[in-house]
């Protein structure tokens, strides 16, 4: 048992060490969603995020590990997720500055305040959920790539 401890503790360590710019995106992502979407895309937000960094877990524990240099699909994740936090921040901000509710916005209902143009309305909605959804589709690429497992170690 002291054994499996200290494998998930150098796991741990191996995957802070080899992620920390990936690990901080997601969990920012995660508080920024938390902030103001509905609560069943929080939880998916989660379910996502842990089976993707169980399975980056699983890549890292299972072999040598290739070096921590980042590549594309690294600064991939990162900038789309950091786009979609500013984008949701921005609209928490615009939505605490009319007294409106958190993800008021969200829908074309919290809009009557903010924008009268439908299109407008659409097209910010669409931008909003659209942004989450493709770095959740990131993030999954992200993990399931095994961009740091050794293909060679295994046969």
């Known amino acids: 048992m002291p054994e499996r401890s200290s494998e998930r503790r150098n796991t741990g360590l191996a995957l802070v060490r080899l992620a920390w710019p990936q690990l901080l995106t997601l969990f920012c992502f995660l508080i ?37 240099h980042m590549n594309l699909m690294d600064w ?17 901000i ?23 143009d439908p299109e407008l309305v659409w097209s910010s909605i669409m931008t909003q959920w659209s942004s989450c959804a493709v770095f959740l589709v990131i ?3 992200w993990a399931f790539s095994g961009r740091h497992t050794d293909v060679g170690a295994g046969g």
């Open 76 to 92: 991939v994740l990162i900038g789309s997720g950091w786009a979609s936090i500013l984008l949701s921040t921005k609209w928490w």
């Open 32 to 68: 920024a969603v938390g902030l103001r979407y509905p609560a069943w895309f929080v939880i998916l937000v989660g379910l996502v995020e842990c089976v993707s960094l169980r399975r980056f877990a699983q890549n890292v524990a299972d072999g040598p590990t290739r070096s921590s």
């Open 94 to 116: 615009a939505e605490r500055a009319q007294q409106l509710a958190p993800g008021a916005t969200l829908t074309s209902a919290g809009y009557h305040v903010i924008a009268t």
């Open 139 to 141: 993030v999954l690429a």
